[in-house]
Every structure is written in structure tokens, then in C-alpha cells.
Nanobody
Framework: QVQLVESGGGLVQAGGSLRLSCAVSGHTFSSYTMGWFRQAPGKEREFVATISVSGSRTAYADSVKGRFTISRDNAKNTVDLQMNNLKPEDTAAYYC??????????????????WGQGTQVTVSS
């Protein structure tokens, strides 16, 4: 069974940075496209970023492009999300997810097969 555990969330002032990490166990990490999503209270879960199996391709939501960077380390079975220049509207629970479809860069949460429990990011103004 695949398990995903996020860490690195917290409280930060606007303009600050945080780095989220997701550790994956239970299956061959390099078999999955990985993604980050977020969900604010009262809102639907939304796509943030995704990265291909090799790490050579990435895609971002327009709202985070240029500020967030997704990366993965297949030797350590981790996927990270570096978040810079954070804004209050980035406040949400952040989730990492694994997609068995390795040839696509899905942005829809329903396409992902496994999820972590989430880590809270709060950005104060």
C-alpha cells in the first residue's frame, strides 16, 4: 500500500518562504507522476503543481507560476514544493498525490490515486 506523508507546513508572513516535503513509501516511487494540490476552507481542492516520473517535466497553476517550484528525488522517494513570495491567498491545506498514469501531467484531483493527509500553510498579511 502506498503511503504519502507531507511535512513542512506552518505559519509565515506574506513575502516569506516555506518548503513542503512529501515522503512516499510502499511502492516504487519512480512509477508515479506526482502532484501537489491545496484546499482552503469552503473551497474545492485545486491543482498547484505536477512533476513527471523523471522530473524533467513540470507544470504549475497560473496562480503560483514563478513563485513555486516542484522537484523530486527518486533516490530518496520524496517530492518537494518550494514556495516563495507567499501571499495570504496561498493559505490552505496542501496535499501531495501520486498518479499511476506516467505519461500524463494531470491537473484534476480525481486522476490521482493516492493522497497524503495534508499539511497546513498559513500566510499572514
Amino acid at each position: 500500500q502506498v503511503q504519502l506523508v507531507e511535512s513542512g507546513g506552518g505559519l509565515v508572513q506574506a513575502g516569506g518562504s516555506l518548503r513542503l516535503s512529501c515522503a512516499v513509501s510502499g511502492h516504487t516511487f519512480s512509477s508515479y507522476t506526482m502532484g501537489w494540490f491545496r484546499q482552503a476552507p469552503g473551497k474545492e481542492r485545486e491543482f498547484v503543481a505536477t512533476i513527471s516520473v523523471s522530473g524533467s517535466r513540470t507544470a504549475y497553476a497560473d496562480s503560483v507560476k514563478g513563485r513555486f517550484t516542484i522537484s523530486r528525488d527518486n533516490a530518496k522517494n520524496t517530492v518537494d514544493l518550494q514556495m516563495n513570495n507567499l501571499k495570504p491567498e496561498d493559505t490552505a491545506a496542501y496535499y501531495c498525490a501520486a498518479d499511476r498514469q506516467i505519461l500524463t501531467m494531470n491537473r484534476r484531483a480525481v486522476e490521482y490515486d493516492y493522497w497524503g493527509q495534508g499539511t497546513q500553510v498559513t500566510v499572514s498579511s
